[in-house]
């Protein structure tokens, strides 16, 4: 009786607000109507079927490929869900986090009704797409939601009954939906239940493989609960609150958007426990809560600890990031940044050109170090790893609400939360040309509006630029905007490949040294050093610093390295590149094409057959190589 209660309560609703253009008060909850309205307001057409359509199997194919990590994440819940929906005549359904479903698992007899209505893998649950359902409302307001029978904004939809949450990460964004769907028919009391208790399983597995190693400190009123999916998760950076999970957001009634804004000290009215022990503290809206701090694992240090004496720490615990490599820089690039510095105080952008792995970022930062904003805020945004769909919004800004998946506070924007500071905007060369005007724009003007309308902001940034690519030759191609690139290149450093570098064995040695490896102690042999500085190095800076920290984590304290204790795969690369060859060859002679098979054959002596490793030593391509090995073949082989 309740059930069908419910359900005359709901048509009287669609009859007042789609038939009268009345508000439903009181038959339908605040969030279904401001659904409504959101869906209203786009111009979808309740009594019409959605234009909605499944992807081709290949693009579906590549979106689960690109949301693979998630989805094995989930695996187990999903598992979990499954066998509950499986008895139920449900299904369970994870979606990406712009709402396309990746999986739907459950009841093969509603599997076949939910495909009818498109609930299936490759179709797109936003409410812009959809309207009013649990998936693309719960993206909407970013909390759980359950939308039933007619509830749905669009007739075909009342035949389901759905719940589902997203699922965020430790800041704040969403990375996906969990749904859990059934026939409208059926009342699906603990449904949504079911679907929080998942999402909190997976948040909590979220937060311990993103911050593997890290200093985590759990906090829970009832210590039975800490270490379980219940507990608070914190992380600081330095003073600040750097990450947290939606349990410790709430005992600290705060949201998503003061993370990287909150002190520990505006948080905590006590210090926390040691590491690897737990203890009672206050806050400082005077609860008492019970708090774990992990084992010390990393250099995260919380503000008001005290560090107890550390065991000697193994060498792999000793490797320094290279985040401050001022010896790092050769004489003429030391004096080239102190250059640039002075342009980049005077508000003249710089832009940095190299390729890939040559330290952009690095002197990007040191710029930023040595600069008159030292103190101010240093804003990094990668062009090229953005999605293109949020480079707008993660770059200029959102109002509440402005599409779909937007938090619901809104978004001040990457080029706001960097006023007052250095912007670096890196691999420039990869932004949209769609978005170029914009940026350019707002260079200019120095103001930011925000997506979805509001009142344009004034910022005060210095701008960095970096690029692997030829701007110039990208302007030509109409790849990139001429006046864009006029107004990001009033002052251009040029970045030189590693094996440019006037002295590459002098770089190594003073890696070596910046990366902490002579306080461990180990060093560096000097065959070593010149065998490292005679190789090619394509991945510039970048490939060779990887190899040296591999080999201070495999090399023993206080050793010698050598040759023999590079990792596995490069002691053959280095050798190669060396060019040592057969101590007992024999001067090359004969003509031309004999003085090539010669040295193609020694070449591969010193490689050992590895064709790839003999075609870097000679500068051909492989294909080359094979084609001048095959055209030694005798006729008939």
Request: aromatic share 4%; glycine share 8%; with cysteine.
């Amino acid at each position: 009786m309740r059930h069908n209660a419910i359900s005359d309560s709901i048509d009287a609703a669609r009859r007042s607000f789609f038939g009268a253009g009345a508000a439903p008060r009181g038959l339908v909850s605040d969030t279904i109507l401001a659904s409504w309205r959101r869906c209203l307001e786009q111009g979808l057409v309740a009594s019409a079927r959605p234009s909605v359509a499944p992807v081709e199997r290949r693009a579906l194919g590549e979106m689960q490929e690109r949301h693979e990590a998630l989805r094995r994440l989930c695996r187990p819940e999903l598992e979990a869900l499954y066998a509950s929906a499986n008895q139920a005549g449900s299904i369970v359904v994870l979606t990406a986090p712009d709402g396309f479903i990746l999986d739907a698992l459950g009841d093969p007899d509603f599997l076949d009704k939910a495909a009818r209505v498109l609930l299936r893998p490759g179709v797109p649950w936003s409410e812009q797409a959809t309207g009013t359902n649990a998936i693309g409302t719960a993206l909407v307001e970013r909390r759980p939601v359950e939308v039933h029978g007619a509830e749905h904004y669009y007739a075909p939809h009342r035949v389901l009954s759905c719940s589902a949450s997203p699922i965020f990460d430790p800041q704040g964004r969403v990375v996906g939906v969990l749904d859990l769907s059934g026939h409208a028919s059926v009342h699906h009391l603990h449904a949504l239940g079911m679907v929080q208790l998942a999402v909190e399983q997976i948040e909590h597995r979220l937060f311990e493989t993103a911050f593997d190693g890290a200093d985590i400190v759990r906090i829970q009123p009832d210590p039975a609960l800490i270490g379980t999916a219940r507990e608070g998760m914190l992380v600081f950076e330095g003073h600040r609150l750097a990450a947290a999970n939606r349990h410790a957001l709430r005992l600290l009634g705060l949201d998503w958007s003061e993370l990287g804004r909150r002190r520990y000290d505006e948080l905590f009215a006590s210090a926390l426990p040691v590491p690897g022990s737990m203890g009672s503290m206050r806050c400082q809206t005077g609860d008492m809560v019970h708090a774990r701090r992990d084992a010390q694992r990393s250099r995260i240090h919380v503000p008001g600890t005290v560090r107890a004496p550390a065991a000697p720490a193994p060498a792999q615990q000793a490797i320094r990031p290279l985040r401050a490599p001022a010896a790092v820089f050769d004489p003429v690039l030391d004096a080239a940044i102190d250059r640039q510095v002075r342009l980049l105080d005077a508000d003249i952008t710089v832009l940095l050109q190299g390729e890939t792995g040559t330290g952009k970022e690095v002197v990007a930062r040191e710029l930023h170090r040595r600069s008159a904003r030292a103190r101010a805020p240093f804003v990094a945004v990668s062009c090229a790893s953005l999605p293109e769909a949020l480079i707008e919004s993660e770059l200029f800004g959102h109002q509440p609400g402005a599409f779909t998946g937007a938090r619901r506070e809104g978004s001040p924007g990457l080029l706001r939360e960097a006023h007052g500071g250095v912007l670096f905007l890196d691999e420039l060369g990869d932004m949209p040309l769609g978005l170029q005007s914009r940026l350019l724009r707002v260079l200019q003007e120095r103001e930011v509006t925000p997506l979805g309308g509001g009142r344009a902001h004034a910022i005060d940034v210095r701008v960095i630029a970096a690029t692997h690519r030829q701007l110039q030759q990208a302007v030509e191609r109409g790849e990139f905007r001429a006046d864009l690139y006029f107004r990001v290149a009033q002052s251009v450093l040029q970045l030189p490949p590693l094996r440019a570098h006037p002295d590459v064995a002098d770089t190594v040695r003073r890696l070596w040294t910046a990366l902490g490896a002579e306080q461990v102690p180990m060093w560096l042999a000097p065959e070593l050093v010149q065998q490292l500085a005679a190789c090619r190095w394509p991945g510039n800076v970048r490939e060779l610093v990887g190899v040296l920290r591999s080999l201070m984590a495999l090399g023993t304290v206080g050793a010698t390295l050598t040759g023999h204790d590079l990792p596995d795969g490069w002691r053959g690369a280095v050798a190669a590149s060396t060019g040592a060859l057969p101590a007992a060859a024999e001067p090359l002679a004969g003509n031309l094409h004999d003085l090539e098979a010669q040295a193609i054959d020694q070449v591969l002596a010193a490689c050992r057959g590895n064709i790839a490793a003999a075609a870097r030593r000679l500068g051909i391509s492989r294909s080359t190589l094979y084609r001048r090995l095959a055209a030694r073949q005798p006729p008939g082989e």
